[in-house]
């Protein structure tokens, strides 16, 4: 007796499971089929095998034909949840002179701004900004995100952005996994040594107490926070059950990748100052680093970093959009098109990049590819050959979007049944 799937994506001209363990391994099946029941994929098969073992019909199928499919793209480093824009500071230093040019807007700049604006604005507020955002990033085909606080730097403004974090999780169709980062800066009403204490004693454990993330981060740079003071609050974060995840080597090296290394974190971000002989420390102590071309090109990033190098050393990379205030994008796919033509990825290391790697920077195993058992995270991309996404810049190719077996986004839009929780 055969029997009757919930989905099965049929008639691809390519389908792209982003399984294989290095960077470059990378397979491309046709004339098959993926077999969807519930919120999984149960089968991958031959058009012949799927008329010896499914009923499909135009109630359960979806025709394929002429175009690519692929896993979704998770987007492993976001700060997604903050208030308002700096897009006046942004227009600012595009050209002329940037000090008279901000000196004019008479405001805050900077992150400074976003915290400003973070701190007064109720959770609901929050949350209709973030959401819009966060949709935006289906359409384009991204079905997890990694979220960041960081735009608080107190307790109550910090726990704030991780329940917002929680309810976009709770009431959009995409998975939102949460990292405290509030050492994303100092305070201005306290010194360093007393914020760390802050961090350590009390934001850490309400973190914990209320199971509000995933991850703890830090940002370990220049006038950030130093090698040693990383650690103490990584390891308080590890001793509340946050796994380790830096920023580190973005404006300068100080030992922040070095501290990767020896703690063997999940994920080192930015690397743009890394050293060459720290690259293999970080491929052997399986730490992957975290790449935001679309950041070095919207800050003009004076040494964008050398993803080549790290490739070639054997480092695992992820792809992400650091979606914030000062990088704002929702699309995955123009962060490949930034890999491709200005950092030398290949078109198959960066589609990776956004999905299998992506999903081992956020310590996920159950998506990131294409292959039976995993969650049925799928997009499809209305072009002929999986090439396009380099090659159409600015372009959303994506038509349809399944999360977790349902069909939330179809022919770019969102799906007539509801798409939320």
Request: glycine share 6%.
């Amino acid at each position: 007796m055969l029997l009757r799937p919930d989905i099965i994506i049929k008639n691809a001209a390519q389908i792209l499971p982003c399984t294989g363990e290095t960077m470059q391994d990378f397979q491309v099946l046709k004339e098959h089929a993926i077999v969807i029941a519930g919120q999984k994929i149960i089968d991958i098969c031959s058009h012949q095998q799927l008329q010896q073992r499914y009923v499909a019909d135009d109630q359960n199928s979806i025709d394929a034909s002429g175009k690519v499919v692929a896993p979704g793209y998770i987007d492993a480093h976001t700060h997604l949840v903050f208030h308002g824009s700096r897009v006046e500071e942004y227009a600012a230093k595009l050209s002329g002179n940037i000090e008279e040019n901000l000196k004019k807007l008479a405001i805050t700049t900077g992150p400074n701004r976003t915290i400003e604006l973070t701190r007064d604005t109720s959770e609901k507020a929050l949350f209709e900004q973030a959401e819009k955002r966060l949709l935006k990033m289906l359409k384009h085909g991204t079905t997890t995100v990694e979220s960041k606080s960081g735009y608080g730097l107190t307790p109550e403004s910090e726990l704030k952005i991780l329940r917002v974090g929680r309810l976009l999780n709770e009431h959009t169709p995409l998975d939102v996994v949460n990292t405290f980062l509030g050492a994303h800066g100092i305070p201005d009403h306290l010194t360093k040594e007393q914020y760390i204490n802050e961090i350590v004693d009390v934001m850490i454990p309400q973190v914990a107490q209320h199971q509000l993330a995933e991850f703890c981060d830090v940002w370990c740079d220049e006038g950030y926070f130093t090698e040693l003071e990383s650690e103490r609050i990584l390891q308080a974060g590890l001793a509340h059950g946050l796994l380790p995840k830096i920023h580190a080597d973005a404006y300068s090296y100080i030992g922040g990748s070095d501290l990767a290394a020896r703690m063997k974190m999940v994920s080192i971000d930015h690397l743009n100052y890394t050293p060459d002989a720290l690259m293999p420390q970080l491929a052997e102590a399986g730490v992957v680093g975290v790449l935001m071309p679309a950041l070095d090109f919207a800050v003009a990033h004076k040494k964008p970093f050398d993803a080549r190098k790290m490739l070639d050393s054997g480092m695992q990379i992820a792809l992400a959009t650091d979606m914030c205030p000062a990088c704002y994008t929702s699309s995955m796919s123009f962060v490949i098109n930034l890999a491709c033509r200005l950092y030398q990825f290949s078109v198959e290391e960066a589609i990776k990049a956004a999905t299998k790697m992506a999903a081992k920077a956020l310590h996920l195993t159950d998506r990131g590819t294409l292959e039976v058992g995993k969650m049925a995270d799928i997009q499809i991309w209305d072009v002929p050959n999986y090439k396009y996404v380099a090659y159409e810049l600015g372009t959303n190719i994506v038509e349809t979007v399944i999360k977790r077996g349902r069909v939330v986004i179809s022919k770019g839009t969102f799906a007539k049944e509801s798409a939320f929780r």
